[in-house]
Structure formats: C-alpha cells, structure tokens
C-alpha cells in the first residue's frame, strides 16, 4: 500500500495553487478582450451602430443609408477672351449628412465634343439642399469651352450631422442690387450670420440666370469669418457685360459646417 508523504501533498498543493493563480491572472487578461464595450473603430456591427462602424451615435453615416448627390448643371463662363470661370450646381439630398473633404473634377470640350482641358479639386458637401462648386481663371488657349462637366473622382466619407447644429447655422442673404449690367456689371448684396456659431472661411457664390432659367455668368468672393450674429457687405464685379438680359440673382454662401464653433 502506497502512503503519500507530507512532503508530496505539499508539493501537489503548491502545484494545485499555481495553477489556480495562472488561471485566475489569465482570465483577468483575457476577459476583458472578449467584454470590451462597443466602438465606433472595432471592425464590427455592434451597440446602436446600423451598419459596421457606422450609423447610431458614430460620426461615419452608412454608406447603404445615404444617397448620391445630384450634379444639376455644369457650365464654363467666359471672363475675358480665353479666361473662364466653372461652375457645377448640385443637390445633396441628404438631411443630416455631409463631407469634409472629397476630390472632384471638372473637364472641357469644345463644340466638337473634342477634350481642351480639365481643372481638378477638392471640396466640402453641405448638407440638405443646392451648393455650389466654383473655379476661377481656367485657361484653355483660344479654344471654347462649350461642354462641361463634372464629377467627384472619389466616393465621400460622409459624416452625420445633428438637425440641431443645421438648424441653428442660418445665414441669410439681402439687399441684393444689380447694377452696369450693360457695361461693367456689379451685384452687391449683405450676407448676415443668425447663428451663435463663428463661422469661417466663407466662398460666396453668385449665379446670374436669364429669363429662360438659364446661367449666363458667376463669380465668387470671400469672407474670412463671420462673427455670431454680424453681417458683411459683399461684391461681385465683371469686366464685361453678360451675354443676356438678367432677370434672377441666386446667392449661395458656402461653408463647412465641420469648421464652425460656438463663441
């Protein structure tokens, strides 16, 4: 008959201690790993989010979830001879979600639908609504640019945007005034922050349109900031008369709504 001696139960409890202590620091190592709390940066579908990393309370909208943007119209306007300004009217029609930063191009042919040239950018998408996209003193020789178009050349990181902040960021346009519309036309007008928000940075987009709906020219200014609650005087000028009579004046004063603060 075998008799265990008290040196070998000694040993087999130490031995029996150790394992439980490894077990008990191995568990508290790994159970966090498999009980981590959801983030919006997992590579996974969790929590509140409706798709994976997106949606919920994370920044990122779902791309399933948003629609493409809508490019209305793309048009070259002469400033002098061999000189012009493009500009692309778009839609997005999306309430609460918007860009920071996405690529685009615009590209031009000539009356022969033959290439003359492009101009490449980037820019913000605002959310809810029109915007518009300028670019000033394109060059392209003594060619005529006759069609236009225009494309984002990536596909947006959309990001949500509370109805709150837009509903808050109001900037309201008046005291629009056309004048030497036959010789040397300006437009004038005032554009007021009704916000709380410091918004800066400010392209403002001017469209001149003729009895028929159509554009017939554009320009384009620039405020550096908007305190909460102030206004500015903007102007627009041209060095030549517009190729038809104007009838409509649109404003759009473009901003991006990532880059506001509260004061």
Known sequence: MAFITWALKRQIFIVIGLI????????????????????????????????INCGGSCARACLSQVENVSVLWARAFQVIPGRYNAVAYIVNHNKNVAAEKVSY????????????????GTT???????????????????????????????????????????????????????????????????????????????????????????????SSTYLNQLAPLSNADINFTWLEPFGSSVVAKEIIPMYDIFSVKLQ
């Not at 568990?27 to 997992?42: G, M, Q, R, V």
């Not at 191009?105 to 490449?120: K, L, Q, T």
């Open 20 to 51: 439980i202590i490894i077990f008990i620091f191995g568990f508290l190592i790994i159970y966090p790993s498999f009980n981590k709390a959801p983030t919006c940066f997992d590579g996974k579908q969790n929590g509140n989010e409706t798709g």
């Open 105 to 120: 191009r615009f590209r031009f042919a000539d009356a022969n639908n033959v290439y003359i040239g492009m101009r490449e």
């Open 124 to 218: 913000f998408i605002p959310p809810a609504g029109n915007f518009a996209i300028f670019e000033p003193g394109i060059g392209i020789g003594n060619s005529i640019p006759v069609y236009t178009t225009f494309e984002f050349t990536e596909i947006p990181n959309w990001l949500q945007i509370s109805q709150e902040k837009i509903d808050q960021l109001k900037i309201a346009v008046s005291n629009i005034q056309l004048t030497d519309e036959a010789t040397s036309p300006r437009l004038s007008a005032t554009v007021k922050n009704n916000s709380l928000f410091i918004i800066p940075n400010i392209s403002v987009i001017a469209i001149m349109y003729d009895a028929g709906g159509n554009a017939v020219s554009a």
